[in-house]
């Protein structure tokens, strides 16, 4: 596995690549690697010759109350991970590399529709600086498939826009959510929470569950679902940020013409965010 800090290295070893017919999957995370990252990256060996994983921290997409001094990095671990899987490219830019000029006159990128509201409406800026750095890697990485988890169902649909709407030649995978075994979805965040912390998180995933069966049965209350649930996590003491039923695509509040679901939660344990998601199909 080759370790590049700089682009022009980067860029020299994608060209030869290219130069020898080679295709390209890339998997961009900020670190703090768990099985679900590590599952990205065993679905991006199925689908390319090379695979590319980025750690970056990226400052653009914290708001001013977040916690991008305290995000965990373990850049030795996960670089032994990485390697372990074969990955051929761990990619670790710093600040300067990724915004030589700093982020106040930095050009970015904004993905509307898809953005706003949910995660979007609760951490203003969050996704501009996401489509923003996600543009700027593939930029660099020039990939011909990336792969993303389905936890990060927004950004996924974001992301999946943006590359449609620019015309971008990559086609985006989405990758199952991987799970702990009471069903708490893998995160870094939970890294946060202590055991009996995590036996309050793990509701959130069955409260989404109750949800979704709701609507297998053929239940089209949408408003009386998501009250009944947040109502359900306050009991168990979560504070719910938001939980909506939508569109599977659009992200758009569901109507009952619709057939395909997709429903988004996020609510806090104390000061640690908490998010997941069902799909629900016919």
Not at 2 to 7: C, D, F, K, L, N
Not at 53 to 65: D, K
Not at 235 to 251: E, I, N, Q, W
Not at 252 to 280: C, S, T, W
Request: glycine share 6%; charged share 20%.
């Amino acid at each position: 596995m080759q370790s590049i800090t700089e682009i022009k290295s980067l860029r020299s070893q994608i060209k030869a690549w290219r130069q020898q017919g080679h295709s390209i999957a890339f998997v961009p995370t900020m670190g703090n690697l768990h099985q679900g990252h590590f599952s990205l990256v065993e679905k991006a060996k199925t689908l390319a010759d090379k695979v590319v994983v980025s750690i970056f921290v990226n400052p653009m997409q914290f708001g001013q109350n977040e916690d991008l001094d305290n995000y965990p990095r373990t850049l030795a671990q996960d670089k032994q991970g990485l390697a372990e899987l074969e990955t051929d490219i761990v990619f670790t830019p710093s600040v300067e590399t990724i915004y030589p000029n700093g982020l106040d006159t930095q050009s970015f990128v904004d993905v509307p529709g898809v953005s706003e509201g949910y995660c979007g409406g609760s951490r203003a800026g969050h996704f501009r600086g996401v489509a923003t750095v996600v543009t700027k890697l593939f930029n660099l990485v020039q990939p011909d498939f990336a792969c993303f988890g389905e936890k990060d169902y927004q950004q996924l649909q974001v992301i999946k826009t943006m590359v449609h709407d620019l015309s971008m030649p990559i086609e985006v995978i989405g990758v199952p959510t991987q799970r702990e075994v009471s069903g708490l979805a893998m995160s870094s965040r939970n890294g946060y929470l202590s055991d009996q912390e995590k036996d309050v998180a793990k509701v959130l995933y069955t409260v989404l569950s109750n949800a979704a069966n709701a609507l297998k049965s053929g239940e089209r209350d949408f408003k009386q679902i998501e009250q009944d649930a947040k109502s359900q996590l306050e009991s168990a003491g979560l504070k719910p940020d938001y939980f909506s039923v939508a569109h599977r695509s659009t992200l758009k509040p569901a109507i009952k013409e619709d057939d395909e679901f997709v429903i988004l939660a996020a609510a806090f344990l104390g000061k640690v965010r908490l998010i997941d998601n069902i799909q629900v199909a016919p």
